[in-house]
């Protein structure tokens, strides 16, 4: 069988040696993205490498286009001889105060994935992600004053319980993948709200990026992703000075509390121990959303005076106080986050990052 060049390209990003004996579990959702990606594994996927696992979650969001969507992602799995697993995770406004329902369905969504990945043994979780997904999420971030990293985009690959999740096309482009399925004749659902311009991401795909192309510079949409690209060296580079830091001044850390030494950061840069504060309160898990840039500059402040020495109070229930060298952060348990709340698809949020 001869490879198409778009297969090609998809093999340097996923390369079949890296595939191994262990199932694989690909998230179609019936769009156009994921169904090339389901194409593109399966065409480049070793007889000797471990099985694939289509999955595909219904929120039944959309009432009978829902339901065809499923029976689209159903009949590509048995067409192909493929494994197929359905969840139905259905997601209400009312039941997601404060969320919203695209990030409530895709907060459900990755629990989802990570229980399919856990049952079959999956060593990899695919999604369909791609570099227009990266530059529009990369600007929706700008848009919401994003940090360093969240400036970075989505991640090409990180860690998913005992598997990994991988989005492979994060470096092409929607364009090739329609033009991939056209070469084919293969079928793909479209998603009526993906049309609309009610979604900030929507707007930033239909209406801000094309004006941006034809009216400040037609290369507009790898530019922002250079910018991205740009980031996550910065980042690489301050994220080993963040843990450096943090090996340095840890003293205590457990679900509820967080003990550093102040004396051995006195002398870091501010925006360092920023951001070094800024990972502890991502490694408790505790609440991003209303971190501000105001409350990290704050932050910094009491670690590098002690002062004021009484109990100051952040986001998400979190107390801080000063004890001579030790500055303490505390959760109490009553505000801790339970499990199933968690968020898993934090990272490609196009949500608020920090
Ligand atoms: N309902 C779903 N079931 C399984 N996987 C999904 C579902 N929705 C999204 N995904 C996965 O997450 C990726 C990104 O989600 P996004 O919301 O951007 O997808 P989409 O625009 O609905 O569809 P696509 O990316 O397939 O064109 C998808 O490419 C797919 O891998």
């Avoid at 019936?30 to 000797?48: E, I, K, M, Q, Y």
């Avoid at 493929?82 to 895709?106: S, Y």
């Avoid at 709200?193 to 037609?218: K, Y």
């Avoid at 959303?289 to 402040?301: E, F």
């Amino acid at each position: 069988m001869s490879l198409h060049p778009l297969e090609k390209k998809f093999l340097e990003a996923f390369p079949a040696e890296r595939r191994a004996s262990w199932p694989i579990v690909i998230a179609v959702s019936g769009g156009s993205d994921s169904v090339a990606l389901f194409h593109l594994v399966r065409r480049t996927h070793p007889s000797t490498a471990g099985p694939l696992v289509l999955v595909h979650v219904n929120h039944q969001l959309r009432g009978a286009e829902s339901e065809e969507d499923a029976r689209f992602c159903e009949e590509l799995a048995r067409e192909t001889g493929v494994a197929f697993r359905l969840f139905v995770c259905p997601v209400k406004a009312e039941d997601t105060p404060g969320l919203g329902l695209e990030a409530a369905a895709r907060r459900s969504r990755y629990h989802a994935l990570r229980e399919a990945a856990e049952h079959v043994g999956a060593r990899y979780v695919l999604t369909g992600h791609t570099a227009n997904d990266q530059a529009e999420t990369i600007l929706y971030r700008v848009f919401r004053g994003t940090g360093l990293r969240g400036l970075c985009g989505i991640p090409r690959s990180r860690p998913f319980g005992p598997a990994a999740l991988v989005r492979p096309l994060l470096g092409i482009h929607r364009e090739e993948l329609l033009q991939y399925l056209r070469d084919h004749n293969w079928n793909y659902r479209s998603d009526r709200t993906n049309e609309s311009t009610d979604f900030a991401r929507n707007c930033i795909r239909h209406v801000i990026l094309p004006e941006a192309v034809r009216g400040v510079h037609p290369a507009a949409v790898k530019g922002v992703l250079r910018v991205g690209l740009n980031a996550q060296e910065a980042w690489a580079f301050l994220e080993t000075a963040v843990n450096d830091a943090i090996s340095a001044c840890l003293v205590s850390q457990s679900p509820t509390e967080v003990v550093i030494r102040r004396d051995t950061l006195t002398c870091r840069h501010p925006f360092l121990v920023q951001q070094m504060v800024l990972e502890l309160w991502r490694q408790q898990r505790w609440p991003l959303r209303k971190l501000t840039r105001q409350h990290l500059v704050q932050l910094a402040d009491l670690v590098r005076q002690g002062s004021p020495t009484s109990c100051q109070h952040f986001p998400g229930g979190v107390e801080i106080h000063v004890s001579g060298n030790h500055l303490i952060l505390t959760r109490p348990a009553g505000h801790q986050t339970p499990a199933n709340q968690l968020d898993d698809g934090e990272d490609d949020v196009f949500g608020d990052v920090d």
